[in-house]
């Protein structure tokens, strides 16, 4: 029989869990610190009784994590997946982006493609009857508890540019359910000889889940389709919206100027201040 102290190798919680379900974010340095305080917030004001998880590497400095406990998270110290050497060399941010540039938008400084995997480590959360993940680079604009119910694997599709998309998942959310038994799939999956996931998570989970379901676009709008697909955008059926590429806190934002409304709405539920009634805002007028 598997111990808890098994299913939890790599894992160090810094308290129970209290809730059969979880929202769960992952951060790997402190500016996606910054980025969980915003969605943390943003998740408590909807009154679930769902548990807050952050898992966090060792990236992340004590101070950044600090202000997280004013939001009654559970922080899940993790270590990074036991991976080969060679699948590591693979992975790092140089070989990914030469092998599988992106071209659509611009990835930050502090992007680590291989901290992504860590994602997988929800799979041994088995205290957890299931889970939503979310991005911490994303903010929860109502109540969306109702994904709970949806099965695993459900993900919402990577449409920020063109309808045509729709075959493509992205892995900012997801709703899944905890079994290491699934872990050990997977990470026998991922590091395959010569295996190369060229979005990192975002490909292993659509290969490893090959008949997703689709969650609704708007329980993981990305924020391209502002200004790429308008006529999608409608504030009051939004779950979930999140930052994709360039992030909100960045001083040098080369979108700014066309996303200046939602960046001040991720700086409202950072701080607390001023954060409005999500039906009253305009919707993007197409151009």
């Known amino acids: 029989m598997t111990s808890i102290e098994d299913q939890l190798e790599g894992l160090r919680p810094s308290s129970p869990a209290a809730s059969n379900h979880a929202f769960v974010t992952l951060v790997t340095n402190d500016d996606y610190a910054l980025g969980a305080r915003a969605l943390a917030r943003s998740i408590r004001l909807t009154k679930t009784s769902a548990d807050i998880v952050v898992l966090h590497t060792g990236g992340v400095s004590a101070e950044a994590l600090a202000p997280l406990s004013a939001f009654d998270c559970r922080l899940v110290e993790t270590d ?27 990835k930050p400084a502090f992007h680590s493609p291989l901290d992504n995997f860590c994602k997988l480590r929800l799979w041994q959360l088995t205290a957890y009857r299931r889970c939503v993940f979310i991005d911490a680079d994303a903010i929860v604009l109502k109540n969306i508890d109702r994904l709970f119910h949806y099965p695993e694997f459900s993900a919402a599709p990577n449409v920020y540019e063109s309808l045509a998309d729709f075959h493509r998942l992205n892995s900012g959310v997801f709703v899944a359910e905890p079994s290491t038994v699934t872990f050990a799939a997977m990470l026998d999956r991922l590091d395959a000889p010569d295996a190369f996931w060229p979005r990192t998570d975002q490909t292993f989970l659509q290969t490893f889940f090959p008949d997703w379901h689709g969650l609704p676009v708007t329980m993981n709008m990305l924020q391209y389709v502002w200004f790429n697909l308008p006529d999608l955008w409608d504030w009051s059926s939004i779950g979930v919206l999140h930052y994709q590429y360039e992030k909100p806190w960045e001083k040098d934002h080369p979108r700014a100027e066309q996303l200046q409304p939602l960046i001040d709405l991720w700086f409202a539920y950072l701080t607390g201040e001023g954060i409005p009634d999500i039906a009253t805002l305009a919707n993007p007028v197409p151009s």
């Open 80 to 106: 990074l997946l036991p991976l080969s050497h060679a699948f590591n060399e693979r992975h790092t941010r140089r070989n990914v982006h030469d092998k599988a540039p992106f071209t659509k938008g611009r």
